[in-house]
T-cell receptor
Framework: NAGVTQTPKFQVLKTGQSMTLQCAQD?????MYWYRQDPGMGLRLIYY???????DKGEVPNGYNVSRLNKREFSLRLESAAPSQTSVYFC??????????????FGDGTRLSIL | KQEVTQIPAALSVPEGENLVLNCSFT??????LQWFRQDPGKGLTSLLL?????REQTSGRLNASLDKSSGRSTLYIAASQPGDSATYLC??????????FGKGTTLSVSS
């Protein structure tokens, strides 16, 4: 059981380049999330998708777009990368709140550097 | 706006000690509270989840408590081991959607 899989694990971009971070889960979860983790800031929510076909902004959505391609996959796109987007990006998924327990499961992260 | 604070930011203890990590949150209207472990360069591993109606949860040497009215949770680690060295994150689920995280406590257990 792979859980939450993120690709790539590492990436270096130049300012202005675009890229898409991929995330897939095999737990049949409805909700999926993208967070970024920065030193001294903790994890902050970028976007989330409560169910297939829906997406909503989180705390720090500027500069990002997302696509919930199907129930399994939730991608994060940087259209024009900026040095301020250098971070570690985590994807997570969760089943229904009534699940026992309704734990969020995290991928191993994508370490992104923008020069 | 919900804010989650973890104290201390870092903690160093010798092997075998019992220790307590603290988490506080400003808005008591939460669905649940979750404790995670993060090893350097790795993702987050869920340790314990406490529903808003519960007071505590236990898993092995770990015990997490929740006092929703006072906005506090503690993670108790018994008989600490060097393998417990990691960053411990507290997060609250407020609106049934995403988690709001504290900045973590980095624990170092020396042998």
């Amino acid at each position: 059981n792979a859980g939450v899989t993120q690709t790539p694990k590492f990436q270096v971009l130049k300012t202005g380049q675009s890229m898409t971070l991929q995330c897939a889960q095999d737990m049949n979860h409805n909700s999926m999330y993208w967070y970024r983790q920065d030193p001294g800031m903790g994890l902050r929510l970028i976007y989330y998708s409560a169910s297939e076909g829906t997406t909503d902004k989180g705390e720090v959505p500027n500069g990002y777009n997302v696509s919930r391609l199907n129930k399994r996959e939730f991608s994060l796109r940087l259209e024009s990368a900026a040095p301020s987007q250098t971070s570690v990006y985590f994807c997570a998924s969760r089943g229904l709140l009534r699940d026992s327990p309704p734990t969020q499961h995290f991928g191993d992260g994508t370490r992104l550097s923008i020069l | 706006k919900q804010e989650v604070t973890q104290i201390p930011a870092a903690l160093s203890v010798p092997e075998g000690e019992n220790l307590v990590l603290n988490c506080s949150f400003t808005d008591s209207a939460i669905y649940n509270l979750q404790w995670f472990r993060q090893d350097p360069g790795k993702g987050l591993t869920s340790l314990l989840l406490i529903q808003s109606s519960q007071r505590e949860q236990t898993s092995g040497r770990l015990n997490a408590s929740l006092d929703k009215s006072s906005g506090r949770s503690t993670l108790y680690i018994a008989a600490s081991q060097p393998g417990d060295s990691a960053t411990y994150l507290c997060a609250v689920n407020q609106a049934g959607t995403a988690l709001i995280f504290g900045k973590g406590t980095t624990l170092s257990v020396s042998s």
